[in-house]
């Protein structure tokens, strides 16, 4: 499977600021996912990123607050836009292979005081 | 929608039980399943899969049974170690496959392995 990497792996934010996380593959891939899991809870998809389009984001979910970047096939970012408390979580990406077994990054640990 | 759910939030075994858990999903159109294990601090880890033309899966310690009629697949692990505590979740999709759907995840159930 591949090997993923997560940058940061924590941050405390103010409100009000924004956070880019990055998500680094050790092979290519072409579909890449972003989660949230939320203190306590289960994961919930945010968005679809596929390399070369637009991501595809789920109900709930805006490109404004959550901006994404595809620019190849190893990388994407995730930006956390004018966070506020509730945005605190842990912010996940996943890559899948053709099988549609997805793998987990180890995951942003974001804490907005 | 997909909606995945799981029957208990916490399950407390003796070491070297088996254990078992369960999850329950709506979606007649899911196709394909996964079991994952997020230990605290770390991304969810994938332990087994299962898709739907397949009633079990068995790996090392760990079996995944899926019953379609009743829309419910378990976990079983075979003689519990205390690494195996964990929060476990099992994950679905209705997707076509290829890789190009997202998951959606049940509730979780937390693991304790007792001494």
């Known amino acids: 499977s591949a090997v993923i990497s997560q940058k940061p792996s924590r941050d405390i934010c103010q409100r009000g600021t924004s956070l880019t996380i990055q998500c680094q593959v050790d092979?290519?891939?072409?579909?890449m996912f972003w989660y949230r899991q939320q203190p306590g809870q289960s994961l919930t998809l945010i968005a679809t990123?596929?390399?070369?389009?637009?991501?595809?984001?789920e109900s709930g979910f805006v490109i404004d607050k959550f901006p994404i970047s595809r620019p190849n096939l190893t990388f994407s970012t995730l930006t956390v836009s004018n966070m506020s408390p509730e945005d605190s979580s842990i912010y996940l990406c996943?890559?899948?292979?053709?099988?549609?077994?997805?793998?987990f990054g180890p995951g942003t640990r974001l804490l907005v005081l | 929608g997909e909606s995945v759910g799981l029957h208990l939030p916490t399950l407390s075994v003796q070491e070297g039980d088996n254990s078992i858990i369960n999850c329950a999903y709506s979606?007649?159109?899911?196709?394909?399943f996964i079991w994952y294990k997020q230990e605290s601090g770390k991304g969810p880890q994938f332990i087994i899969d299962?898709?739907?033309?397949?009633d079990k899966r068995q790996g090392q310690r760990v079996t995944v049974l899926l019953n379609k009629t009743v829309k419910h697949l378990s976990l079983q692990i075979a003689a519990t170690q205390p690494g195996d505590s964990a929060v476990y979740f099992c994950?679905?999709?209705?997707?076509?496959?290829?890789?190009?759907?997202?998951?959606?995840f049940g509730k979780g159930t937390h693991l304790i392995i007792q001494p």
């Open positions: 990123a596929n390399q070369g389009s637009e991501a595809t984001y």
């Open positions: 994950a679905g999709t209705s997707g076509s496959g290829g890789g190009a759907d997202g998951l959606t």
């Open positions: 979606n007649s159109a899911s196709d394909y």
């Open positions: 996943s890559v899948s292979e053709s099988t549609g077994t997805q793998y």
């Open positions: 299962i898709r739907s033309n397949m």
């Open positions: 092979s290519q891939v072409t579909m």
